[in-house]
């Protein structure tokens, strides 16, 4: 599946053309849920030389724009949908120092999930359980606004590489919420995907959003120009699975699009330029999480249930090892 066949082109993409998906030889660091740390590993040696401590349920990680900062957001100890204790803060960690640097309050807004800046540097994150995007000033460190989306299944999000467009799908939903960034308004709800919307991920050349199903082992592509679906694909060695968590990343260099099954313990890697040339690999349990060191060589992936990182050989397309964390490993980044 490819230009050809009606879908947007996957242009090459240098590292950087994303902000949101930070690379690096510096480090990285895991958020562990379970464990309520961020670990820190050694770039090459892939061995812990650090860790902070959190508040209850840390899950999600971004790295600001200048790399000097990261951003957890603390979720609450429940599940979507089932959040009875919801969190309303946002760690903020000096990377440099791996140090906690202090909270960014939400409140009234509750259970921050999904994290992302826009060109502006603004940090844009769900607040599932007030129905609502919420904008963050990380230098006031302040909410700066929020966008009413009108539903408590907003786990996720994806801004375009311009920084003009939020994409938030809605799980339990058979639809995605398109945002207008600089108006801060909905302008579009994005219709009858056939199965609940689940990951998504925008390509780093601005050209495609792909939009994971949580039934089935399939991947529908949005072209952003028309914020239409223009094509789906999917796993062919994956014909009949069950409902299931998601996740979905697309490499730095725009070469290959990660997709993880949190049930099934396996992560599928498609070509960009064929959707159809696909490499399935079993993982550890429970795999979420997904990042690149570098342009795209490695794909590093989560397994949340097992406590370690699965990592794949994307030149090779092979596993590459393992790397043991502390337990709930949901996401990586690297810088």
Not at 16 to 22: E, I, L, Y
Not at 255 to 260: A, F, G, K, Q
């Amino acid at each position: 599946m490819s230009a050809a066949d009606g879908m947007p082109p996957a242009a090459p993409a240098e590292a950087g053309a994303d902000v949101n998906t930070s690379t690096g030889k510096t480090g990285f660091l895991v958020v562990c849920k379970t464990a309520s740390v961020v670990a820190f590993f050694h770039p090459e040696r892939f061995t812990p030389i650090d860790e902070i401590r959190l508040p209850e349920f840390p899950h999600e990680v971004v790295v600001s724009p200048d790399r000097r900062k990261a951003y957890v957001s603390i979720y609450g100890s429940g599940v979507i949908g089932a959040n009875l204790r919801p969190g309303t803060q946002i760690a903020v960690i000096d990377l440099a120092a791996r140090k906690l640097d202090g909270f960014i309050e939400l409140a009234p807004f509750l259970a921050p999930h999904g994290l992302m800046f826009d060109r502006s540097g603004m940090l844009w994150t769900t607040a599932e359980s007030s129905n609502a995007v919420v904008v963050v000033d990380p230098m006031r460190g302040a909410v700066a606004g929020h966008v009413e989306i009108g539903t408590q299944r907003s786990h996720w999000l994806a801004i375009t590489p311009d920084g003009n467009k939020l994409y938030v799908p809605h799980r339990n939903f058979t639809f995605v919420s398109v945002i207008d960034v600089h108006r801060r308004t909905v302008t579009k709800r994005i219709p009858n995907f056939i199965y609940e919307c689940q990951g998504i991920a925008v390509a780093p050349d601005g050209n495609r959003v792909y939009q994971a199903q949580s039934s089935r082992p399939r991947v529908d592509v949005i072209d952003p120009k028309t914020d239409t679906v223009a094509g789906s694909v999917s796993v062919a060695a994956m014909p009949d699975v069950p409902p299931q968590l998601t996740r979905l990343r697309v490499s730095p260099d725009n070469r290959h699009l990660i997709m993880s099954f949190h049930t099934t313990n396996q992560v599928a890697v498609f070509d960009t330029a064929d959707l159809k040339s696909q490499h399935v690999f079993a993982t550890g349990k429970g795999p979420m999480g997904i990042a690149f060191q570098d342009g795209g060589s490695k794909a590093f992936v989560t397994n949340h249930d097992a406590g370690s990182i699965a990592v794949i050989d994307l030149e090779d397309m092979k596993p590459a090892g393992e790397i043991a964390t502390p337990m709930g490993a949901e996401m990586i980044a690297c810088y």
